[in-house]
C-alpha cells in the first residue's frame, strides 16, 4: 500500500485541473440555445457519479421491471442509512440481494458505511464483516466484478477501504475488473482507488499499479 503515496499529489492536481474545466464548460452549455432553463452549476454527481450498468446479479434493464425493483430497493437502502439503522441495510440485502444490480450493491455498501461511522476496527470486524450478510454482499461485489463500471468499481474499493475490509480475494477481483478501465476515471474516482486499496492495507498488482502511475 506504501508504493501508492506518491501518486496522491498528482491525483489531487488534476483534481483541480477538472473541477475548473466543469465549471466553465457548465456556463458555456447553460449558455446555450439548446440549454433553456438550464442552470450552470457544477455538483459531485457531474464530476464522478454514474450508476447503474446491468450486472450478472440482475440483469438490469432500463424499461424492464427489474432495474424498477432495484431502483427500489436502492431508495430502501438510502433511507436505512438515513436513519443510521445498519440493521435494516443488512436485512434488505438479505431478503433482496438477489434483485441487486450494479448500482444497489454499490448503494448498499455506501450505506452500510454511513451506519457504521465512529466504529473502531475492532468493532467492524466484530459487528460488520464477520456477519454472514456483510460477507454475502461482499460476494454480491465480487459479482459485478466483470461487468460494472469502471467507476462503480473504484468507488466500491473505496467504500470497502474505508470500512477496513481487507479481504484480499475480494479486492483482487474488484481490481481484476477495473484494469482495463483506470484510463477511463475521473481524477476524484482515481483518488477513491488509490485511498481505498491504501485504508484496506492492500497492495495492487503491478499491472494495476502501472495502469495508475500511466494516469499522472
Known sequence: ASRLLPVRASIAREINALQSYNFYNSVAAAASPLAVGSKACVTPSQI???????????????????????????????????????????????????????AAVEAALTQVERCVQGMSSEELQAKVHNTPTFQMLADMAVGIAGTAPPEVLARTIGVLGRLRFGDQLVLDELARGLMGGVGELQPQQLQQLVEGLRDADHSPGVLLLDAINERL
Open 48 to 102: 464522478c457519479w454514474g450508476l447503474a450498468a446491468p450486472s450478472r446479479l440482475c440483469s438490469s434493464n432500463a424499461a424492464g421491471p427489474d432495474s424498477q425493483s432495484a431502483n427500489g430497493l436502492t431508495k430502501q437502502l438510502e433511507e436505512a442509512g438515513q436513519r443510521g439503522d445498519l440493521s435494516a441495510v443488512l436485512g434488505i440485502v438479505e431478503s433482496a440481494g438477489k434483485q441487486f444490480n450494479d
